[in-house]
């Protein structure tokens, strides 16, 4: 199993090797190597040379993960002294986008503690989908460099970063797509015949119809020649042919509860377990539903453990770089007091609480409200005051707010920097702003796409972003029990056709 808690050097491996070649009781080892060695205390000093190393290597990892975040982010962690070190802690991380290892990895293993406290760092590892360690995961990943694939299939560049950080591979048989399985079969099983093993249908919604039929297609042939949107849908044993898919589903079970049981080990010995409680990027901004497998980590463990509930706010509504905010919690201990419903309840609680109020979220709450209301166009002054006030409101309430809405005028450099954004983006305003002079007053309206604001279909942050923010700034509301206890009243609101008639009664 990958990312064993404590290797073998190659004289051990080999010392085991001769007492399985003689495994006469008693008998002594005919390699006078390998009796001068243990006689030494060359095994100690070679197996401490042999961790330094490693921990070398996991050192370099992570800085090059912070440089690689640093390039497209920027981070801003808030209550990292709550991470205490303690032994069997359970980092709870809320799961909004593919890169959230590589951000908050570098702060809590690496350039959170002095140095001094290096050791108790190292104990942290981290529970990962068993996918990233197979052969062509960066084939669905990187659609664009496709005339890569045979190279991408033979490569596990990706599982073995993921290795030097301590990763414990955790398996998800509805998060599996198409291609992990092809390329799991095709390491277990070998390069089968795929018109004996692999369903008809597939092989159609892979290869065509033509060539799902052609004699000696193989396993292989439909990992290097498939389809990529195919190869990156869910897919389940099903998609084999018997007795193959009952093997793969017996061989599953029985890998689910060996890492489920090495992961409890882990906690036993006193190391830090980073968990993604949701298994998924959560599609639409709230917080999705929660593994049972956590809730197992922690009622079987023969230890007492305890959570640290950690998340992050993508702040990406912005023409600069994307601002993240990683907040971490307060640790929860003496967790084997709940029930399994009140620990679901508390993690979710706890995690989806720490959402950090940024302009995406305030202003995409604002503009699905209006348009809920069936206002179709905006006063963009008023707007943005709408906006500052609601951000007050928040702060009194003990929110944690984005360090770009500190003051007033980073936060109108803030605002302006979203309109621009808005613009470019489109989906959100119909046409360009409207200005109407009435004696000497201005009033600049934008016009809204009520239809795109309405829609609540959203499947990742990129499909429907300004539903995204409002799902992500609403459960915080309603985690805090912050909503608004009422709408605004329908009469004080200013539309664009009461100034028009305003103006023209005047006249």
């Known amino acids: 199993m990958r990312g064993k808690i404590v290797g073998f050097s190659y004289l051990a491996r080999r010392r085991q090797a001769v007492k399985a070649a003689d495994p006469a009781p008693g008998a002594k080892s005919k390699n006078w190597l390998l009796r ?54 359970i980092i709870a991380l809320g799961h909004k986008r593919d890169t959230d290892i590589p951000v908050v990895i570098p702060y809590l293993y690496h ?35 496709d005339f890569f694939r045979p190279v991408f299939s033979r490569t596990r560049a990706v599982g073995r970063w993921f290795q030097l950080l301590q990763a414990c591979p955790v398996k998800l048989p509805d998060e599996q797509t198409a291609n992990q399985l092809l390329n799991e079969t095709l390491r277990i099983e070998g390069n089968l015949d795929a018109l004996e093993v692999v369903d008809e249908t597939w092989r159609a919604k892979l290869l065509g119809d033509e060539m799902a039929q052609r004699p000696g297609l193989t396993l292989k042939d439909l990992v290097l020649k498939g389809d990529l949107k195919v190869l990156a849908q ?36 006193g190391g830090s377990l980073l968990v993604l409680p949701e298994g998924r990027v959560s599609p639409d901004g709230r917080f999705s539903k929660m593994r049972a497998a956590v809730i197992r980590l922690i009622q079987q463990a023969r230890v007492e453990t305890n959570l640290l509930p950690v998340n992050l706010t993508y702040d990406f509504m912005d023409t600069m770089r994307t601002n993240v905010t990683v907040l ?3 640790e929860i201990t003496k967790l084997k007091h709940y029930s399994k419903s009140e620990l679901t309840g508390l993690i979710r609680e706890k995690v989806a609480g720490l959402t950090c109020v940024t302009m995406s979220g305030l202003v995409s709450r604002a503009l699905v409200e209006t348009a809920n209301r069936g206002h179709g166009q905006i006063r963009l ?18 929110l944690a707010l984005d360090r770009q809405l500190a003051t007033r005028q980073e936060f109108e450099e803030r605002f302006e920097r979203f309109v621009d954004w808005a ?17 000497s007053k201005g ?65």
């Open 328 to 330: 971490v919690g307060q």
């Open 234 to 269: 869910y897919a389940t044993p099903r998609m084999f042919r018997e007795p193959l898919a009952n093997r793969i589903r017996q061989r599953h079970h029985a890998t689910m509860h060996e890492q489920l049981h090495y992961l409890i080990r882990v906690l036993e010995k």
């Open 423 to 439: 613009w470019h983006k489109g989906g959100i305003f119909l046409v360009g702003p409207m200005f109407i002079a009435d004696g």
């Open 381 to 398: 002054s008023q707007f943005k005051e709408q906006i500052w006030t609601e951000a007050q409101r928040l702060r009194k309430l003990g």
């Open 111 to 145: 350039f959170q503690k002095p140095k001094r406290q290096g050791k108790k760092l190292r104990d942290l590892y981290i529970a990962a989908r068993d996918d990233v360690f197979e052969q062509g995961f960066l084939t669905i990943y990187l659609p664009m460099l």
């Open 36 to 89: 001068l060695w243990d006689k030494t205390a060359a095994p100690f000093w070679f197996a401490r040379m042999r961790k330094q190393a490693h921990h070398y290597y996991r050192d370099t990892v992570v800085l090059r993960m912070k440089w690689c975040s640093d390039l497209v982010y920027r981070v801003e962690v808030r209550g990292n002294k709550e991470f205490t070190h303690k032994p069997s802690t």
């Open 443 to 507: 009033f600049d309206w934008i016009r809204l796409d009520r239809p795109a604001l309405l829609r609540e279909e959203c499947t990742k942050h990129t499909d429907n972003p300004v539903r995204y923010c409002y799902n992500e700034l609403t459960e915080l509301l309603e985690t805090w029990k912050a909503l608004p206890e009422q709408a605004e009243p329908e009469d004080e609101i200013v539309t664009l056709e009461l100034v028009e008639s305003q103006r023209l009664t005047a006249g």
